[in-house]
């Protein structure tokens, strides 16, 4: 074991060597993995785009110019560049000025395409693949074990990115780099392209699709100072395993950093101003169980949560990196907290993860004529074209919430075919026939007669504007990906109560099915339906994979299917679309399953704690 142990030591101690460095959140076209990296790894795959400098495009004029390399802006640029669209499409990023993921050692951009929480998700699965308790019950020291965590995830990010290049560079789309601004002079046509050096170039687009994402939002009062006090973009500059870590916040971000660092090793402290973890957690659109399922894992796994708090005081050392953090606490809102509270403590880091806010601020939008909200989001209409404008739209953070990549990229698809009509063969005299085709078809598909039980709330992928967004929830499933992963679509129990629905559910624990009982027994999937006619109004889920599985449920939901449905259905044995099936017999047995369920949950009770009995 100790052969084992220095081999280990030795090899990681050669491996590949990451510089960070944190870039300036200046002028971001994207909030992406906010890390920079050196990877001296000789067996490691050059990234490489064949982009052009700013001035080599200077006074040429683009069919469609694309500002943010995310996800949005990248499937975007993609759709127009392909057939049937087939434009000269231009995309323009800054991913130095938005601190992305960079290789130092050859200037590349490894995070061209990815979300916001790239790196986060990468440490999670990392997390999943690396023991970071046996790693160091070998003898590797921290830095060792660290460095080892982040070429994995390096790698990991990597994948995505050399993908992404090749496809850009196969549909023939030109890629500058810089920060881009809508021209004083020039109206909503002409941008300003500045490079690294500062050399300045314009272009002319006909259509700009902007798509810069979204950046942190930082309360006043915290010292950010992206070595030991982070935000969520930040955070993924860190250099080392922190022993212990602080995280204020009760949403998704901040749930996924606290299992994150938990399963690599770290003691964390989630500091949640709501006394009630669970409500903070329906706040966000979380059903009231699975929000119990998410508190219930957190202290199951170990961290701790002070609730109804909030950070008075941040004591900093200086001149000594190794001496802790003193956190001093105060009630919400301010005031003492109650007797026996805690009123301080001690960290390595900490983690303000309290939301986003659109990355708009440095694109000069006012010499464009565009609009924004109070947050900064840009205001557009149905066809997410932005106000006071004609050639100008807008997709993904940009407008503000859910903050999503799936709808980002809808949004994207949707400006671009509102751009591009001509192309599809759509024209202003065939808007009638296709209404009257669409009405036929209507009647044809609804032979039954029966009419949607939420009205046009059924129909989904139409529209993707905010205000379509916000008033749907058939629009979209949601997913957390934390450990375990939590995600729903469509509507809750409360939901349907207030729209006047007479709603049942059908629970089915993990520990109910095969896989979930022999692999990962906690979490559950609850079916919501209309006991009048047994349609399934909503899924919800905890556990390993619920991000995935949620798609079936989408499914059901889309496809007005009942619970007789499901239990009609066969499905393979040991997989957790079981639960599907053992949910529906929940729903027409409520008596027999309550004891079912009773009886799983002790056994799994005992299993988590540890004791056996026979």
């Not at 500059?237 to 922190?242: E, N, Q, R, V, W």
């Not at 009123?343 to 659109?358: E, F």
């Not at 993990?510 to 990962?520: P, Q």
């Amino acid at each position: 074991m100790a052969f084992i142990a220095s081999l280990l030591i030795a090899l990681l101690s050669s491996s590949s060597s990451h510089a960070f460095q944190l870039h300036p959140n200046h002028h971001h076209h994207r909030s992406s993995s906010s890390i920079s990296t050196t990877n001296n790894n000789p067996r490691s795959h050059q990234l490489r785009l064949a982009n052009i400098a700013p001035e080599e495009i200077s006074d040429k004029t683009y069919d469609l110019a694309v500002i943010g390399a995310g996800p949005v802006g990248v499937s975007a640029a993609l759709l127009a560049a392909r057939a049937p669209h087939n434009k000269n499409v231009i995309l323009i990023d800054a991913p130095r000025a938005s601190g992305a993921l960079m290789n130092e050692a050859t200037g590349e951009d490894l995070s061209i395409g990815g979300p916001t929480g790239l790196f986060s998700k990468a440490l999670r699965d990392t997390g999943k693949r690396i023991s970071v308790s046996s790693l160091k019950g070998m003898g590797l020291r921290d830095d060792s074990v660290w460095n080892e965590i982040v070429t994995s995830c390096v790698e990991l990010a990597s994948f995505n990115a050399r993908d992404t290049i090749r496809q850009l560079e196969y549909a023939g789309v030109t890629y500058v780099q810089g920060h881009a601004a809508f021209s004083d002079s020039g109206g909503s046509s002409s941008l300003f392209i500045t490079a690294s050096d500062n050399s300045i170039a314009t272009l002319n687009a006909e259509k700009t699709l902007i798509a810069t994402g979204s950046t942190p939002f930082r309360p006043g009062g915290i010292p950010f100072d992206g070595k030991r006090v982070f935000d969520s973009d930040s955070i993924n500059t860190l250099s080392y395993l922190p022993k212990s870590v602080a995280i204020t916040g009760s949403g998704i971000i901040a749930i996924e950093f606290a299992k994150i660092f938990k399963n690599l090793g770290s003691d964390v402290t989630l500091i949640i101003r709501d006394s009630v973890p669970r409500n903070a957690l329906m706040k966000i659109g979380l059903d009231k169980d699975i929000s119990a399922t998410l508190v219930a894992d957190l202290a199951r796994s170990g961290i701790k949560v002070e609730r109804g708090a909030q950070v008075k005081k941040f004591t900093i050392p200086r001149g000594n990196d190794k001496a802790p953090i003193v956190l001093e606490l105060e009630a919400k809102g301010g005031g003492d907290r109650g007797t026996g509270a805690t009123t301080s403590l001690k960290c390595d880091i900490y983690l303000a993860a309290v939301g986003r806010k659109p990355n708009t601020s440095n694109l000069n939008l006012p010499a464009a004529g565009i609009k924004t909200d109070s947050y900064g989001g840009i205001e557009v209409d149905s066809e997410l074209k932005a106000s006071g404008s004609d050639n100008v739209y807008a997709a993904g953070d940009v407008l503000g919430r859910p903050f999503l990549a799936s709808t980002g990229m809808a949004q994207g698809f949707g400006a671009i075919q509102g751009m591009f009509k001509e192309d599809l063969g759509v024209g202003e005299g065939d808007d009638d026939d296709d209404a009257e085709t669409s009405s036929e078809d209507t009647e044809e598909d609804n032979d039954d007669g029966e009419q949607c039980a939420v009205g046009e709330l059924c129909m989904t992928g139409e529209n993707f504007d905010p205000k379509s967004l916000a008033s749907n929830p058939f629009a979209f499933p949601v997913g957390v990906w934390s450990s375990p992963e939590a995600s729903y679509y469509g509507l809750s129990t409360q939901q349907c109560q207030e729209m006047g629905i007479d709603a049942g559910e059908g629970v089915a624990l993990y520990a109910e099915c095969l896989r979930g009982l022999v692999f990962s027994p906690n979490g559950l999937l609850k079916l919501v339906f209309d006991k009048s006619n047994g349609r399934i109004m909503g899924v919800h889920i905890c556990g390993d994979d619920a991000c995935e599985l949620i798609h079936y449920g989408m499914e059901l939901v889309k496809a007005k299917r009942t619970i007789d449905d499901v239990l009609s259905n066969l499905y393979s044995a040991v997989t957790f679309h079981e639960m599907y099936r053992i949910a529906a017999m929940a729903a027409v047995d409520e008596k027999g399953a309550r004891k079912r369920r009773a009886a799983a949950g002790r056994a799994l009770s005992v299993r988590n704690s540890g004791t056996a009995k026979e």
